[in-house]
Protein backbone atom coordinates (compact mmCIF):
# COMPACT_ATOMS: atom_id res chain seq x y z
CA UNK A 1 0.00 0.00 0.00
CA UNK A 2 1.17 3.54 -0.90
CA UNK A 3 1.79 5.23 2.08
CA UNK A 4 4.24 7.73 4.21
CA UNK A 5 6.57 6.11 6.74
CA UNK A 6 9.16 7.15 9.63
CA UNK A 7 11.68 6.45 11.62
CA UNK A 8 12.30 5.58 14.31
CA UNK A 9 8.81 5.74 15.65
CA UNK A 10 10.60 6.88 19.25
CA UNK A 11 13.79 8.51 19.54
CA UNK A 12 15.71 9.07 22.50
CA UNK A 13 18.28 11.19 22.70
CA UNK A 14 20.32 13.36 25.19
CA UNK A 15 20.74 17.07 25.49
CA UNK A 16 22.63 18.75 23.16
CA UNK A 17 23.22 15.12 21.08
CA UNK A 18 22.29 15.79 17.46
CA UNK A 19 19.62 13.59 15.80
CA UNK A 20 17.89 13.04 12.78
CA UNK A 21 14.94 11.70 11.67
CA UNK A 22 13.66 10.42 8.75
CA UNK A 23 10.39 9.71 6.29
CA UNK A 24 10.24 8.13 3.20
CA UNK A 25 6.92 7.83 0.96
CA UNK A 26 5.79 5.42 -2.00
CA UNK A 27 2.94 8.21 -3.05
CA UNK A 28 5.48 9.68 -5.50
CA UNK A 29 4.13 13.29 -3.57
CA UNK A 30 6.13 15.69 -4.84
CA UNK A 31 5.44 17.88 -1.75
CA UNK A 32 6.91 17.15 1.64
CA UNK A 33 6.38 18.62 5.19
CA UNK A 34 7.64 18.62 8.32
CA UNK A 35 5.82 19.34 11.77
CA UNK A 36 6.81 19.55 15.17
CA UNK A 37 2.92 18.78 17.40
CA UNK A 38 3.28 19.52 21.27
CA UNK A 39 0.82 18.18 23.65
CA UNK A 40 -2.37 19.39 22.85
CA UNK A 41 -1.21 22.30 20.35
CA UNK A 42 -1.45 22.25 16.91
CA UNK A 43 1.08 20.62 14.56
CA UNK A 44 4.04 23.85 13.64
CA UNK A 45 5.14 23.88 10.24
CA UNK A 46 8.77 23.62 10.47
CA UNK A 47 9.78 23.38 6.85
CA UNK A 48 8.46 21.73 3.69
CA UNK A 49 9.79 20.63 -0.26
CA UNK A 50 8.00 21.75 -2.97
CA UNK A 51 10.34 19.21 -5.23
CA UNK A 52 13.58 20.44 -4.43
CA UNK A 53 12.56 24.01 -3.49
CA UNK A 54 13.06 24.21 0.65
CA UNK A 55 10.79 26.83 2.28
CA UNK A 56 11.75 27.22 5.78
CA UNK A 57 8.85 28.56 8.17
CA UNK A 58 10.19 32.39 9.49
CA UNK A 59 10.31 31.03 12.94
CA UNK A 60 11.55 28.06 12.74
CA UNK A 61 14.80 27.58 14.85
CA UNK A 62 18.50 27.36 13.05
CA UNK A 63 18.38 24.30 15.27
CA UNK A 64 16.35 22.73 12.94
CA UNK A 65 17.61 21.40 9.49
CA UNK A 66 16.33 19.25 6.75
CA UNK A 67 17.26 17.64 3.94
CA UNK A 68 15.49 15.52 0.84
CA UNK A 69 17.92 13.57 -1.03
CA UNK A 70 15.40 12.47 -3.86
CA UNK A 71 11.46 11.96 -4.15
CA UNK A 72 11.14 9.52 -1.55
CA UNK A 73 12.86 10.62 1.41
CA UNK A 74 13.30 13.56 3.53
CA UNK A 75 15.03 14.16 6.90
CA UNK A 76 14.82 16.13 9.71
CA UNK A 77 18.11 17.02 11.85
CA UNK A 78 18.12 18.28 14.88
CA UNK A 79 21.65 19.97 15.74
CA UNK A 80 21.74 20.20 19.29
CA UNK A 81 18.56 19.01 21.03
CA UNK A 82 16.98 21.06 23.97
CA UNK A 83 14.60 19.72 26.40
CA UNK A 84 11.81 21.94 24.63
CA UNK A 85 12.38 19.92 21.60
CA UNK A 86 10.79 17.12 22.84
CA UNK A 87 7.82 16.37 20.37
CA UNK A 88 5.63 14.75 18.31
CA UNK A 89 7.89 15.06 14.70
CA UNK A 90 4.88 14.61 11.71
CA UNK A 91 6.14 13.77 8.53
CA UNK A 92 3.32 14.80 6.10
CA UNK A 93 2.83 14.85 1.77
CA UNK A 94 0.84 16.04 -0.74
CA UNK A 95 0.69 17.00 -4.69
CA UNK A 96 -1.74 19.90 -4.14
CA UNK A 97 -3.73 20.90 -0.89
CA UNK A 98 -4.59 17.57 1.03
CA UNK A 99 -1.69 16.43 3.03
CA UNK A 100 -1.32 12.96 4.18
CA UNK A 101 0.60 12.10 7.43
CA UNK A 102 2.63 9.41 8.56
CA UNK A 103 2.58 7.83 11.81
CA UNK A 104 4.77 10.72 13.77
CA UNK A 105 8.33 10.38 15.76
CA UNK A 106 8.01 10.60 19.18
CA UNK A 107 11.55 12.49 20.85
CA UNK A 108 12.22 12.38 24.06
CA UNK A 109 15.10 14.83 25.51
CA UNK A 110 17.14 13.86 28.59
CA UNK B 1 -1.92 35.90 8.95
CA UNK B 2 -4.49 32.67 8.85
CA UNK B 3 -6.58 32.13 11.92
CA UNK B 4 -8.71 29.34 12.54
CA UNK B 5 -10.53 28.96 15.73
CA UNK B 6 -11.82 25.88 17.55
CA UNK B 7 -13.87 25.41 20.74
CA UNK B 8 -10.94 23.32 22.42
CA UNK B 9 -13.82 21.28 24.42
CA UNK B 10 -13.86 18.86 25.79
CA UNK B 11 -16.97 17.93 24.16
CA UNK B 12 -18.66 15.29 25.46
CA UNK B 13 -21.84 13.53 23.94
CA UNK B 14 -23.80 9.74 24.56
CA UNK B 15 -23.13 6.99 22.40
CA UNK B 16 -25.36 7.44 19.23
CA UNK B 17 -25.67 11.06 19.72
CA UNK B 18 -25.02 13.31 16.86
CA UNK B 19 -21.43 15.12 17.67
CA UNK B 20 -21.17 18.70 16.17
CA UNK B 21 -17.75 20.27 15.57
CA UNK B 22 -17.47 23.75 14.72
CA UNK B 23 -14.26 25.81 13.08
CA UNK B 24 -14.37 29.13 12.29
CA UNK B 25 -11.80 31.03 9.87
CA UNK B 26 -10.35 34.67 9.35
CA UNK B 27 -9.27 34.47 5.97
CA UNK B 28 -11.85 35.07 3.09
CA UNK B 29 -8.90 33.81 0.60
CA UNK B 30 -9.14 29.96 1.88
CA UNK B 31 -10.39 27.84 -0.35
CA UNK B 32 -9.99 24.01 0.80
CA UNK B 33 -10.88 22.91 4.67
CA UNK B 34 -10.11 19.78 5.77
CA UNK B 35 -11.34 18.06 8.94
CA UNK B 36 -8.56 15.50 10.86
CA UNK B 37 -9.29 13.34 13.40
CA UNK B 38 -6.26 12.33 15.81
CA UNK B 39 -5.79 10.02 18.19
CA UNK B 40 -4.46 10.71 21.78
CA UNK B 41 -0.32 9.86 20.69
CA UNK B 42 -1.08 9.22 17.13
CA UNK B 43 -1.05 11.23 13.97
CA UNK B 44 -3.89 13.27 12.07
CA UNK B 45 -5.61 10.88 9.71
CA UNK B 46 -7.56 13.09 7.23
CA UNK B 47 -11.57 12.34 7.29
CA UNK B 48 -13.47 14.92 5.31
CA UNK B 49 -12.31 17.67 2.86
CA UNK B 50 -14.50 20.23 1.62
CA UNK B 51 -14.23 23.09 -1.05
CA UNK B 52 -17.49 23.77 -1.50
CA UNK B 53 -20.43 26.36 -0.17
CA UNK B 54 -23.03 23.37 1.95
CA UNK B 55 -23.09 20.03 2.53
CA UNK B 56 -20.75 16.94 2.26
CA UNK B 57 -21.37 13.36 3.49
CA UNK B 58 -18.96 10.54 4.07
CA UNK B 59 -20.72 7.53 6.19
CA UNK B 60 -21.57 8.84 9.71
CA UNK B 61 -19.66 12.07 8.95
CA UNK B 62 -20.94 15.21 7.51
CA UNK B 63 -18.73 18.93 6.87
CA UNK B 64 -20.93 21.32 6.08
CA UNK B 65 -19.69 24.81 4.55
CA UNK B 66 -20.27 28.72 4.46
CA UNK B 67 -17.90 30.57 3.32
CA UNK B 68 -19.79 33.86 3.76
CA UNK B 69 -19.62 33.17 7.14
CA UNK B 70 -16.20 31.94 7.14
CA UNK B 71 -17.58 28.80 8.89
CA UNK B 72 -16.79 24.76 8.11
CA UNK B 73 -18.02 22.55 10.92
CA UNK B 74 -18.41 18.76 10.90
CA UNK B 75 -21.26 16.28 12.18
CA UNK B 76 -20.89 12.83 13.31
CA UNK B 77 -23.71 10.82 13.41
CA UNK B 78 -24.55 7.89 15.33
CA UNK B 79 -21.48 8.58 17.26
CA UNK B 80 -19.10 5.42 18.61
CA UNK B 81 -16.69 5.66 22.07
CA UNK B 82 -14.09 4.83 18.79
CA UNK B 83 -15.13 8.44 17.73
CA UNK B 84 -13.58 9.96 20.69
CA UNK B 85 -10.25 11.95 19.41
CA UNK B 86 -9.45 15.36 19.10
CA UNK B 87 -10.41 16.71 15.78
CA UNK B 88 -8.46 19.12 13.69
CA UNK B 89 -10.08 22.20 11.31
CA UNK B 90 -7.72 22.88 9.06
CA UNK B 91 -7.74 25.16 5.13
CA UNK B 92 -5.85 25.78 2.85
CA UNK B 93 -5.98 28.98 -0.11
CA UNK B 94 -2.81 29.64 -1.68
CA UNK B 95 -0.63 28.00 -4.08
CA UNK B 96 2.16 26.89 -1.09
CA UNK B 97 -0.38 23.80 -0.37
CA UNK B 98 0.40 24.88 3.46
CA UNK B 99 -2.46 24.32 5.92
CA UNK B 100 -3.12 26.02 8.78
CA UNK B 101 -4.35 24.19 11.37
CA UNK B 102 -6.94 24.98 14.71
CA UNK B 103 -5.95 23.95 18.04
CA UNK B 104 -8.13 21.07 17.51
CA UNK B 105 -11.31 20.21 19.77
CA UNK B 106 -11.54 17.18 21.78
CA UNK B 107 -14.57 14.52 21.58
CA UNK B 108 -15.52 12.13 24.10
CA UNK B 109 -18.07 9.42 23.01
CA UNK B 110 -19.65 8.12 26.06
CA UNK B 111 -20.87 4.34 26.02
Known amino acids: DAMVIQNPRYQVTQFGKPVTLSCSQT?????MYWYQQKSSQAPKLLFHYYDKDFNNEADTPDNFQSRRPNTSFCFLDIRSPGLGDAAMYLC?????????FGPGTRLLVL | QKEVEQNSGPLSVPEGAIASLNCTYS??????FFWYRQYSGKSPELIMSIYSNGDKEDGRFTAQLNKASQYVSLLIRDSQPSDSATYLC???????????FGKGTLLTVNP
Open chain 2, 27 to 32: DRVSQS
Open chain 1, 92 to 100: ATSTQETQY
Open chain 2, 90 to 100: ALSGGSNYKLT
Open chain 1, 27 to 31: LNHNV
